[in-house]
């Protein structure tokens, strides 16, 4: 996978030089400009706070919020709880699934797409449920499905 210009990893990493109570603040900035944890920007990062990669790693796992792997520029969830499930929201699934030509979990190679599973979007009476970054799309159906990828960009 090609990396990124982590340039601005170096500039943000500095302003915490040798403060390992910096590192989760660290984390989430680079986050906020990637999209995720970039290993070259996490090396810089390494070096400057002073911490050992492997720690690195170990709390980017621990916390859900943080992504060692570069997402889609559109995040779909798509709910599986039991609500949306009776009215078909396996039927959903399996349309983003079969059109994206992903599973769950994965991001398309063009990096247009990340497809996820929750277990309840917490909108039970619009189900079937989609939310794709902040929007809510119910009543889902895999003709909207067609129709909600190509209005994607
Ligand atoms: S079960 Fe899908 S929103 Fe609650």
Redesign the pocket.
Known sequence: MEEPDVSAVKELAEGYTGREDGLITVLQEIQQIYGYLPEQGLKIVSQALKIPMSRIFSIATFYSQFYLERRGRNIIRV?R????HVRGGKAVLETFEKRLGISDGQTTPDYRFTLETVA?????AM?P?TLVDSKYYGKMTPVKVETLIDSLP
């Open positions: 709910c709880g039991t609500a949306c309840c979007l917490g909108a039970c189900g449920v």
